[in-house]
Every structure is written in structure tokens, then in C-alpha cells.
């Protein structure tokens, strides 16, 4: 199989608030942009803001929605984490670790753009807990 791009679409409210926050702030490379929209690359797969008239909602919690990425490499990992601190981006959880000492061992934190949707980052312990590890319940901060 070729390798795949994921691609999520996400609703802004300022375009070029959404540019500085994801370009300059998370280090995506913009590609198209308009009015209305811009598409973002964010380590090789397609992010795409689009602008809405209805008012962000934070969320109360991490679930149901977020979208982010998992890293293969935790040294990829720390470098977008010490980039997140160093540009002053706001973090909806600190770096933690989940499950430690556990097959499903893994570094997280999560980040808040300045339209409420919500990014996690992970770096897992063992890459068998990506998709596999299923004798193991536990998903995320829930039971």
C-alpha cells in the first residue's frame, strides 16, 4: 500500500489568526489560502481551517473531540513540545505520562487553539500500543 495523507477540516473563526497560531506558532507550512479557508500541512498530512460565523464553544473536557498526532520517534516528540512552550502556545493539559510501566505506556499533552479545538501529542513507549495491545481496556483518561 503507498503511504496515505490524513486529512481533517476544523472550523476557525479569523484566518489569519488561525495562520499565525498553526504556521508560526505549531511550525505548519501553509499551502493554499483565501477568504475563507487555508490549508495547512502539518508533518505531511492535510489540516484544513475553515472560517465560521457561529462562536467557538470550549469544550469541558478532552473527549469526545480532539485530533492531533502520534509520534514514531519521542525525540520528534520533545522537539514539538519545547516549541509549543517556547511560542507561549496555551496548553489544555501539561506533558504528562499515561499508563506508565504498562504495554500502553505513553507521553501526551494536549494544546488549544484560539478557536477551542483541541490537539494531543503522543509518543508511546512501545509502538504495539498504537493499534494493537488489544487484551489492554484502557483508552485515553477513561475507563
Not at 2 to 9: E, R, V
Not at 42 to 62: F, M, R
Not at 67 to 82: C, H, I, M, Q, Y
Request: hydrophobic residues 40%; glycine residues 6%; contains cysteine.
Amino acid at each position: 500500500m503507498s503511504p496515505t495523507i490524513f486529512h481533517l477540516a476544523f472550523p476557525v473563526t479569523n484566518i489569519a489568526e488561525a495562520k499565525a497560531y498553526y504556521a508560526e506558532g505549531l511550525g505548519c507550512k501553509v499551502g493554499r489560502e483565501n477568504a475563507s479557508s487555508m490549508i495547512l500541512n502539518l508533518y505531511g498530512h492535510q489540516l484544513v481551517a475553515h472560517l465560521t460565523d457561529e462562536p467557538a464553544i470550549p469544550q469541558t473536557g478532552i473527549y469526545p473531540r480532539h485530533f492531533g498526532l502520534v509520534f514514531t520517534a519521542e525525540s520528534d516528540w520533545e522537539a514539538l513540545l519545547e516549541r509549543a512552550q517556547r511560542q507561549g502556545l496555551a496548553f489544555y493539559q501539561q506533558p504528562k505520562h499515561r499508563f506508565p510501566g504498562s504495554p500502553l505506556e505513553h507521553r501526551t499533552f494536549f494544546l488549544q487553539d484560539p478557536f477551542s479545538n483541541l490537539m494531543e501529542f503522543k509518543f508511546y513507549a512501545q509502538a504495539e500500543a498504537i493499534f494493537g495491545a488489544a487484551e489492554f481496556a484502557q483508552i485515553g483518561d477513561r475507563a
